[in-house]
């Protein structure tokens, strides 16, 4: 309860911030500026307060949560992908059982099918019934693209809500702290990295992938929330130093997965991977950093503090 009053302390405070930065703002390229992060905020009102509900209703509603935003984030990968007809059953089985599947081995609890399913059996299988419809043209690069977004989308992501199952001593029935401390830590990054690199940016880190990202976003915003992640200590079951260094890799995991997902929108010609969240794009395009922390965060805190 205390960290969804921090939260929405928080969101109140950048409302009142956004809309005085708006009535303020003269120049025009400021006042796009203020406007695109005035809806970002609003989005994460919406976004917050269906994260809040979830986690109070317990684990369960917690994964469901997460199966409907891989869904959503998958669909918007496969729509980019160019595919044939010969992959519509790969896909069935994609989107009906190996996504379902993947969520329902994880509030099973089955840690080791639940982590072996998708990049061992599934990755065996997509080109498997492929192949049976008989069209080779451009094989390697269609099922790739099927099973690298299933990768991204579905099994990256789960590892967020994997959290919840850890058995971590001293810290029993606080699971959903520790998911929304990794949530909040790489959000909060994303969002000060947006926001150092729109007013002090200068310097671009690569420009022909991301032309927003600039050196001075990335390390104001990596260092605020390494700061913040630090602080936060309390609600997790790491100490002052832990809760630093958990924060830097799951940060820097977070901004190499953003990159990422950049150079795939440039490849495939696209600015957002989606429309679905106001001021934000797509789905993917808001769990982007997550896909890739998710996994690092959940194996360093399952190694080292389990």
Not at 148 to 163: D, K
């Amino acid at each position: 309860m205390n960290e969804a009053l921090a939260v929405f302390g928080f969101l109140s405070v950048a409302s009142l911030a956004g809309l005085a930065l708006k009535i303020c703002a003269k120049d025009p390229v400021y006042r796009d500026t203020i406007k695109n992060l005035n809806a970002r905020i609003r989005s994460w009102w919406i976004m917050c307060g269906i994260f809040f509900i979830a986690m109070l209703s317990g684990p369960k509603w917690s994964i469901v949560l997460f199966a409907c935003i891989s869904f959503f984030a998958l669909r918007e990968l496969i729509t980019l992908m160019p595919t044939r007809v010969a992959d519509h059953r790969s896909l069935l089985w994609v989107f009906f059982i190996l996504m379902p599947l993947q969520y329902i081995l994880l509030g099973l609890n089955w840690y080791g099918l639940f982590s072996i399913m998708i990049p061992v059996y599934a990755f065996l299988l997509i080109p498997a019934r492929s192949v049976i419809a008989g069209d080779c043209e451009r094989f390697l690069e269609r099922v790739a693209k099927i099973q690298w977004s299933l990768m991204l989308a579905v099994y990256c992501v789960s590892y967020a809500p994997a959290l919840l199952t850890l058995n971590i001593h001293g810290y029993d029935g606080r699971n959903a702290e520790l998911l929304f401390y990794f949530i909040f830590v790489v959000q909060i990054s994303d969002v000060l990295q947006y926001v150092f690199g729109k007013f002090f940016g200068k310097r671009k880190i690569a420009p022909l992938v991301s032309p927003n990202k600039t050196w001075e976003g990335f390390f104001g915003g990596c260092a605020s929330a390494i700061l913040i992640g630090a602080a936060l200590y309390p609600i997790t079951p790491f100490n002052f130093w832990q809760a630093a260094l958990m924060s830097s890799a799951a940060v820097l995991a977070g901004f190499a997965g953003g990159l990422t997902m950049s150079a795939i929108k440039r490849d495939r010609g696209v600015k957002d991977f989606g429309t679905l969240i106001e001021g934000h794009g797509g789905m993917m395009d808001r769990i982007d950093s997550i896909c890739f922390a998710a996994p690092l965060f959940f194996h360093l805190t399952r190694y080292f503090f389990v």
